[in-house]
């Protein structure tokens, strides 16, 4: 899947045909991919990577680029007021454990 922001939008369940939160939706895009790539300590790269400071967008770095934007939709703000706030089982960390360089 290309993560583009009409896939994005069909993940956070957004009508297709709004386009009022694209802007906001493709610079969540960036940021979380840029996010992984700090986590990581790797530049995503599209196709095979060919440096071992390089990782490929497959499936679950995706799928953690997928969990940050949706997170960052739905909370706006920096912090929550009056709510618990726990972290996924097996979520974002989880999906990039094996591929982060130490």
Same mark, same amino acid.
């Given at each position: 899947?290309? +993560?583009? $922001? =009409?896939?994005?939008?069909?993940?956070? !369940?957004?009508?297709?045909?709004?386009?009022?939160?694209?802007?906001?939706?493709?610079? @969540?895009?960036?940021?979380?991919?840029?996010?992984?790539? =700090?986590?990581?300590?790797?530049?995503? $790269?599209?196709?095979?990577?060919?440096?071992?400071?390089?990782?490929?967008?497959?499936?679950?770095?995706?799928?953690? $680029?997928?969990? +940050?934007?949706?997170?960052? @939709?739905?909370?706006?703000?920096?912090?929550? $007021?009056?709510?618990?706030?726990?972290?996924?089982?097996?979520?974002?960390?989880?999906? +990039?454990? @094996? !591929?982060? !360089?130490?």
């Amino acid at each position: 899947m290309a +993560l583009d $922001v =009409q896939s994005v939008k069909t993940h956070l !369940r957004v009508e297709l045909d709004f386009t009022g939160d694209d802007a906001l939706i493709a610079s @969540y895009i960036t940021s979380a991919k840029a996010h992984v790539e =700090q986590h990581c300590d790797r530049k995503l $790269v599209d196709g095979e990577p060919e440096e071992p400071e390089e990782m490929a967008m497959t499936p679950d770095v995706e799928h953690a $680029v997928l969990m +940050l934007v949706a997170h960052w @939709y739905s909370n706006r703000e920096a912090a929550v $007021v009056g709510s618990t706030s726990n972290q996924v089982q097996l979520g974002f960390e989880r999906l +990039l454990w @094996y !591929r982060k !360089r130490f």
